[in-house]
């Protein structure tokens, strides 16, 4: 399978803690998304990330690339409660087919 | 911003009846849609590319006889689910790219199908 994968899987973490996910894939890539989806909803777009890109900051998020590496980390700041969900990775390799992670579930406490 | 819907939202069918999804970009222009199809828990996992005025593009293991999908015009895509079966129940939802940028995948909210 070309799935890439994501840990860690599941994350629980207090109100105004920071949230770190990371995703790993395989081939070769033109850009690098996440996407987050609430419990039985859509996908939402948080970020875009080109392969000649190391670091996208937006609000309160920050994502990694390393290429090198084949990996990429999403990281979520001061998290509040509105921030639970799942968090998906999404690669682009030239084929305009996005192949999903795996998904981290996060759920912060209020 | 983009938007994309989707009709109907949840939908609840017999074994052996025939499921219509479409899949609609609300402000934009998308030449090509896709279809993924999401178990409870799990990621998305790609089914077709749609292509306006075209056959669409399935993906190995997805059978085009029983997911039949039609790309009419550059706003509308659907996705009928023939003959459906317990098995089908499960959530699908599409995404379309913008003409204009190509770059990001706009999401619809999804349609959950439960067959009995």
């Known amino acids: 399978s070309q799935q890439g994968e994501e840990d860690p899987q599941a994350l629980s973490i207090q109100e105004g803690e920071n949230a770190t996910m990371n995703c790993s894939y395989k081939t070769s890539i033109n850009n690098l998304q996440w996407y987050r989806q609430n419990s039985g909803r859509g996908l939402v777009h948080l970020i875009l990330i080109r392969s000649n890109e190391r670091e996208k900051h937006s609000g309160r998020l920050r994502v990694t690339l390393d290429t090198s590496k084949k990996s990429s980390s999403l990281l979520i700041t001061a998290s509040r409660a509105a921030d639970t969900a799942s968090y998906f990775c999404?690669?682009?390799?030239?084929?305009?087919?996005?192949?999903f992670g795996t998904g981290t579930r996060l759920q912060v406490f209020p | 911003g983009a938007v994309v819907s989707q009709h109907p939202s949840r939908v609840i069918c017999k074994s052996g009846t025939s499921v219509k999804i479409e899949c609609r970009s609300l402000?934009?222009?998308?030449?090509?849609m896709f279809w993924y199809r999401q178990f409870p828990k799990q990621s998305l996992m790609l089914m077709a590319t749609?292509?306006?005025?075209?056959?669409?593009?399935?993906e190995q293991g997805v059978e085009k006889d029983k997911f039949l999908i039609n790309h009419a015009s550059l706003t509308l895509s659907t996705l009928t689910v023939t003959s459906a079966h317990p098995e089908d129940s499960s959530f699908y939802i599409c995404?379309?790219?913008?003409?204009?940028?190509?770059?990001?995948?706009?999401f619809g909210p999804g349609t959950r199908l439960l067959v009995l």
């Open positions: 995404s379309a790219t913008d003409a204009s940028t190509g770059e990001t995948q706009y």
């Open positions: 749609s292509n306006e005025g075209s056959k669409a593009t399935y």
């Open positions: 999404a690669t682009d390799a030239a084929t305009d087919k996005l192949i």
């Open positions: 402000d934009f222009q998308a030449t090509t």
